[in-house]
């Protein structure tokens, strides 16, 4: 039998590459006629095994109250990351502002991120993806002039963002792990995906990168 994923085979080999995206749709956790045969049977074959199976069940469900507190306790970490490049944010444009004159669209970029002060699973990514865009437009302010590296107070700030950026990406790999584990545990058979299905969860959207920042990844740096 010929191997069924050939990489000999330039038919099945794609040269000019393949983008891929999150795809933002929940899939709910369902059970069908044969679960609750399942448990059925359980209960026939006598009280013992119904009431394991019950204990179990109530053991899936305080398994995910506490794996959504984890989600949520990963989600606030990135909003308290993100709340504090706002504030380096505005004091970096603050410093930036007196030395040159700063594109205005930066100035927009702030009052957007201003306008997400408060932080939700709806607004996150938007606030990051602002959040970008003022400090890529600080960057090139901070490269164009020579005398803003002199700047003390504005280098300790441009160092403190290159901190907190790879503290974001860090929470982001914590948050969408956790996300990833509640995705597979609600269709995982029996037991959590029975719990699962008769409280409604469905799968959670893990973190996703804008189409702006996506085409900055793919800009000419050097």
Known sequence: MANQLDEMSPELVNEEGRNIN??????AAEVGVGSFIFELCL???????????????ISARNYFDALQQKIQHNASQIDNYLEQRVQILKNAVAIVEKAVEL????????????SGASLTDANRNEVASNLESAM????????????LKSHRSLADAMQQNSYLQREITASRELYNDTVLKWNADIFRWPTKNIVAARSGFTTRIPFTASKEIKDQARATFF
Do not use: T
């Not at 999150?22 to 899939?27: C, M, P, R, S, T």
């Not at 209960?43 to 069940?57: E, H, N, Q, T, V």
């Open 136 to 147: 890529g437009k600080i960057n090139v302010a901070f490269e164009a002039y020579p005398e």
């Open 103 to 114: 594109d205005k669209d930066v100035m927009k970029s702030v009052a957007a991120v201003r």
């Open 22 to 27: 999150v795809i933002e749709k929940k899939l």
């Open 43 to 57: 209960w026939l074959l006598g009280i013992i095994p119904g009431l394991i199976f019950l204990f179990m069940k």
